[in-house]
């Protein structure tokens, strides 16, 4: 197979976005926007990515770099500086290409185009020819360049006319340029030697390559396509916005698809991977983040953000849940019941049977088969037995100041409300600690243990009231 490398523009200030971010950073679907495009090379096989920078240029490669060893095409950066077009941005990559292979032309602030496709054009290339990704959507092209053929639709390409260079009949043509080439990287190279700026603009246009190509005899295709959002920029919040929606509406199709049942498909956010078994349900206004696991019949209810969690089969997640698992993870039991408004944090593994209720929180504990914390707790830093039932306002007093330590809760016991377990303790095998205990020392199995203040009752007490 042809090797083939891939160059994306990402040198642009991005003025309309009224932000000191440069453009090609702002987060789709919580990644950067080039960062999708890099992603799309990686998915080719490409053997080198070029990204090519220039505002902000040391904050997108910061941004972008990957640590020594990572996997992925070799990624490397090159600066336009200054800016003088899109002919000149690839000019400046041009010497960190290969001279051997197929070089593809992609812009770093257009984020959905899509690896089939991308496969395809290179497939069209065949490493002869120039091909162009291009759309004709049957309405007025606006602001693209024109494509400029020779004959009929299917008439070999002649030139691209850039709009504001156009003549009010190429003005007229419906088919336009998306700005994604493909190319044999030894004849990119001798066309792009070739660019001048002897334009309105006075700037080097890439799609000049075209016009030296014919003049050079050689051969320049389209792969013609009628999805303008697939190849749609991002120049404004709105439009920023509006790909969001559709990125968001495709990834629900996606899983549908495959039988998971979304309640709006309007109204669901995908930000990493999302891994469904079967007979999963998501409802309204649900944020999945990072990589999420939903086993068989696992059930999400509104308004839940579940990040870097694998839930297994027959869970329900309730309305108002939040789950962060960021490096160390969430696990979620078969068959477990969490919320509504609770909060698991890295290292929460809930096992089967487990309940987790409203605004309870749990953070790097195991919590066994069958135990509960239904109501207003804490659990940090704990492992906690086979059925054990945890009161309404108890928590682990995990950290002194300087360190965690951790509680053991043994199995069978029984937390009364409004406890404080003070870490490190180990509560007994099916002892009970009563309410309002304060526990600073390890519990015996089987006993009740009890350590609160003695309650006084003084009769006839007046409460203080205000002077005049």
Not at 147 to 176: F, H, Y
Not at 177 to 182: H, K, L, N, T
Not at 357 to 383: I, M, P, R
Request: aromatic content about 4%; proline content about 5%; some cysteine.
């Amino acid at each position: 197979m042809t090797a083939v490398d891939v160059v994306i523009m990402a040198a642009g200030k991005g003025t309309r976005m009224k932000s000191r971010l440069p453009k090609v950073l702002h987060r789709l679907a919580g990644r950067a926007l080039v960062q999708h495009v890099i992603d799309t090379a990686a998915g080719l096989m490409a053997r080198r990515v070029v990204v090519v920078t220039g505002h902000g240029a040391e904050q997108v490669e910061r941004a972008l770099a990957r640590p020594a060893g990572a996997s992925g095409p070799d990624l490397r950066f090159v600066r336009q500086e200054p800016q003088l077009g899109t002919g000149h941005a690839v000019q400046q990559a041009a010497p960190a290409l290969p001279d051997e292979g197929v070089t593809l032309v992609l812009n770093g602030d257009v984020p959905l185009v899509l690896p089939q496709t991308m496969q395809a054009l290179i497939e069209c290339c065949g490493g002869e020819r120039i091909t162009l990704l291009t759309v004709d959507t049957g309405a007025d092209a606006g602001a693209y360049g024109r494509i400029v053929r020779s004959g009929g639709a299917e008439a070999p390409v002649q030139a691209i006319v850039e709009a504001k260079d156009a003549t009010p009949e190429q003005r007229g043509l419906t088919e336009w340029y998306s700005g994604v080439m493909a190319a044999p990287t030894p004849l990119l190279k001798k066309y792009l030697a070739q660019l001048t700026d002897d334009n309105a603009q006075r700037e080097f246009y890439l799609t000049d390559v075209v016009k030296h190509a014919v003049a050079g005899g050689t051969p320049v295709v389209a792969l013609r396509i009628t999805d303008e959002t697939e190849v749609a920029g991002v120049n404004s919040p709105l439009q920023l916005a509006e790909l969001e929606r559709a990125y968001q509406l495709r990834q629900a199709r996606r899983l549908m698809e495959q039988g998971v049942r979304i309640a709006d498909p309007a109204r669901f956010d995908l930000r990493g991977e999302l891994d469904c078994a079967q007979d999963v349900e998501i409802d309204i206004n649900c944020v999945f983040e990072g990589r999420v696991q939903l086993g068989e019949g696992v059930r999400i209810g509104a308004n839940c953000v579940v990040a870097n969690a694998s839930i297994a089969a027959g869970a329900v997640i309730h309305p108002f849940t939040h789950i962060d698992g960021e490096k160390a993870g969430v696990q979620v039991g078969e068959g477990a019941l969490v919320g509504p408004f609770a909060r698991l944090r890295p290292g929460a593994q809930l096992g089967p049977q487990v309940h987790i209720g409203n605004f309870v929180e749990v953070k790097n504990s195991t919590l066994a088969a069958g135990a509960k914390a239904n109501h207003l707790a804490y659990l940090g830093d704990a492992t906690v037995g086979e059925r054990v039932n945890y009161g309404a306002g108890s928590i682990t007093a995990n950290y002194d100041g300087a360190n965690k330590h951790r509680t053991v809760i043994e199995s069978d016991v029984h937390v009364g409300s409004n406890c404080v377990l003070v870490a490190p303790v180990t509560l007994g095998a099916g002892g009970t600690v009563g309410g309002g205990s304060t526990i600073t020392k390890d519990t015996p199995p089987g006993a009740l243990s009890v350590a609160r203040g003695k309650q006084v009752s003084i009769a006839g007490w007046q409460r203080p009231v205000k002077r005049k």
